[in-house]
């Protein structure tokens, strides 16, 4: 494949489905794999007119550009200085910058989560990620909260399988969560 060339987003999910396929549980592999099919998507101006559109968890602008009942690439828009409340997911979860820049935090949980209503996190990176840069989470560190820092960030999410149906949403400062669907859950 000529790196020069547009990916399609077919190409491209072929791509990551290969990379899943090879690498298993080795998440620094799937990091390096995933960086050239990704690249070339990200490369594509495009892109937010190829999406359909999808109800979003935290954010309003929200597209799959793939589906396929297992794996997902999400495209969606992430506001500016709003930011998305430190979340869990179950699996591992990756965080592409398509447009703008983002604040990006990832928690390491120290407590052994058998207190309900309760939760203990410890900051374990956070940096600022620019347009093309890439972060991926998982178990047993898949807890991250993000902020858009442009007025037009968007990012795009790879996510293969199902999310845990007891999503927790955390208020680190508090020392407390929350389970999605909960009443005031963010
Ligand atoms: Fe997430």
Same mark, same amino acid.
């Given at each position: 494949?000529?790196?020069?060339?547009?990916?399609?987003?077919?190409?491209?999910?072929?791509?990551?489905? &290969?990379?899943? &396929?090879?690498? %298993?549980?080795?998440?620094? +592999?799937? /990091?390096?794999?995933?960086?050239?099919?990704?690249?070339?998507?990200?490369?594509?101006?495009?892109?937010?007119?190829? &999406?359909?559109?999808?109800? %979003?968890?935290?954010?309003?602008?929200?597209?799959?550009?793939?589906?396929?009942?297992?794996? @997902?690439?999400?495209?969606?828009?992430?506001?500016?200085d #709003?930011?998305?409340?430190?979340?869990d *997911? =179950?699996?591992?979860?990756?965080?592409?910058? !398509?447009?703008? /820049?983002?604040? *990006?935090?990832?928690?390491?949980?120290?407590?052994? %989560?058998? +207190?309900?209503?309760?939760?203990?996190?410890?900051?374990?990176?956070?940096?600022?990620?620019?347009?093309?840069?890439?972060?991926?989470?998982?178990?047993? +560190?898949?807890?991250? @909260?993000?902020?858009?820092?442009?007025?037009?960030?968007? %990012?795009?999410?790879?996510?293969? =399988?199902?999310? /845990?149906?007891?999503?927790?949403?955390?208020?680190?400062?508090?020392?407390? !969560?929350?389970? #999605?669907?909960? /009443?005031?859950?963010?």
């Amino acid at each position: 494949m000529s790196a020069n060339r547009p990916i399609t987003i077919r190409d491209c999910a072929e791509a990551v489905i &290969g990379a899943i &396929g090879r690498c %298993g549980d080795d998440m620094d +592999r799937l /990091r390096q794999e995933f960086k050239a099919p990704m690249a070339r998507l990200l490369a594509r101006p495009d892109l937010l007119t190829l &999406g359909v559109p999808r109800e %979003g968890n935290n954010v309003a602008f929200s597209q799959y550009l793939y589906y396929d009942s297992q794996m @997902s690439i999400l495209l969606y828009q992430v506001p500016r200085d #709003k930011p998305i409340p430190p979340h869990d *997911h =179950g699996i591992w979860e990756t965080v592409f910058v !398509y447009r703008g /820049r983002l604040k *990006h935090t990832v928690y390491e949980r120290l407590d052994d %989560g058998t +207190r309900p209503g309760f939760a203990d996190l410890k900051v374990i990176d956070d940096r600022i990620l620019e347009q093309g840069d890439m972060a991926l989470v998982a178990p047993p +560190r898949d807890i991250h @909260s993000f902020t858009g820092l442009t007025d037009e960030t968007f %990012g795009i999410t790879v996510v293969n =399988g199902a999310y /845990r149906p007891d999503r927790h949403y955390y208020r680190p400062e508090e020392k407390t !969560y929350l389970i #999605k669907g909960q /009443r005031n859950a963010r």
